[in-house]
């Protein structure tokens, strides 16, 4: 009789042991609800770091959902409401649409999920009694049809983004170009380091024909002195624009251009013939990587890396370089090489464009 009681205490057990290692409990609700990975960076309470992933994840899908043409054709708008289990490593399980306002929204939702999934996007899964467990979570995602305004507000200023004719040089574009490079001088404290880049700058023309300068991005971090040549040039041009026209009327619009500084001096013609070759290999690198996208071939692609990586060896804190690896390894779902290379060019040009990538991509 000893031995049957010893025998039933080691199955019970085996059972309790079997049942934990095969636990298909979802919880939902947990003591630590799972949470988007975008905050866990922060060094702060937990109620923090919950409010800031979940502003984040609405952030993320709405910057990401495709409102879809046949929901804006038939009128389709409301609210859609998905679920779906965070499971303990993170990844998400039984998709499913809970509410749909149809026109393939509630789809368009849960693609954004599986894409998680397939970018290997992991949460914070829930936690109860100190102990990971799976959790159902439920996101509530807004479908809203509104007409967008012919414009966007930046500081006060009012930019119009529609407009019937665009804003034009009164002299046409190959005159602008000689204009510009008849009066941008080479700052000349750059001349001891031999320091050389591209400025990408956008500016406003108002109805009036003055002129405000909007963003200067420094590709190469060049510094005060090349940003004052930068904003004085273009600020030089009052008077010679033809404004946007909106519905009959001049209107305020945004303007792009590029602008290339490279020293003349003798003892930096080694550096800009070394600068010429990098942007050689570097526009070979991207077109050999657009070529594989197309051709879904991997060898070009790494072939495109390769010469965009001899491009950063010789020119390693060139933000134009980073930015154009780091879109070709996010692309690929290089997720480590991509954080790295977008982080180095927000650090020297403080572009933001992507910034709202990097805490994803970054974890």
Known sequence: MRNYWFFLLILLCAVQVNAQESDTTIHVIAEQPPRFPACERLDTTLVVKQQCAQQTLMAFIYRNVSYPLE???????????????VEKDGSLNYLQVLKDVGGGCGQ???????????????????????????????????????EAPPYVLSEGDSIYTTFDAPVEFKEGNEALITYINERLKYPESGLDSCLLGSFDVQFLVRPDNSV?????????????????????????TFGMWKPAVYKNRDVPSAFDITLNFTPEAEHCKSVVSNYEKALDLANQGLNAYNEGTKEESETKQEEGIALMSQAIDMFPNNGNFLLMRGQAYLDMNKYTEACADLTKAQEIAL??????????ICK
């Open 71 to 85: 929901a804006r054709q038939n009128g389709n708008e409301g609210q859609v409401v998905v679920s779906f289990v």
């Open 212 to 236: 405000k300068v909007l963003d200067i991005t420094d590709y190469n971090n060049l510094g005060f002195d090349f940003w004052s040549e930068v904003s004085d040039v273009v600020t030089s």
């Open 108 to 146: 368009a939702v849960l693609d954004i999920l599986d894409a998680m999934n397939q970018a290997n996007i992991r949460w914070v899964p829930g936690i109860n009694q100190g102990d990971t467990v799976r959790t159902k979570f439920t996101l509530p995602v807004k479908f809203e049809l509104q």
């Open 351 to 360: 572009v933001d464009w992507f910034k709202g990538i990097l805490p994803v």
